[in-house]
């Protein structure tokens, strides 16, 4: 089972990457699914990891807050 500390465990190894590529990993965007809107947010950061195009602000900040929490 993939947890929050993985996440965390994850952003942290990856953090000299842009941060779109940072979370361009099936595996991390499920994890995301279980937390945020599979309706609005999911398909809005999977279009974003599709096109490698900037992940907005906001969504940066709630990922690494959501990570911080572990």
């Known amino acids: 089972m993939v947890t929050m500390r993985n996440l965390k465990n994850h952003l942290d190894r990856t ?7 940072r ?5 991390l965007l499920l994890l995301l ?14 279009g974003c990891v599709h096109a490698q195009a900037t992940i907005p602000e ?3 900040i709630l ?8």
Request: glycine share 2%; charged share 20%; hydrophobic share 45%.
């Open 15 to 21: 953090k000299n990457f842009p941060f779109v590529k």
């Open 63 to 70: 990922i690494d807050s959501m990570a911080a929490s572990a």
């Open 33 to 46: 699914a279980r937390y945020l809107d599979v309706n609005s947010d999911v398909p809005a950061l999977a």
């Open 23 to 27: 979370i361009s990993d099936f595996h």
């Open 58 to 60: 906001g969504y940066q």
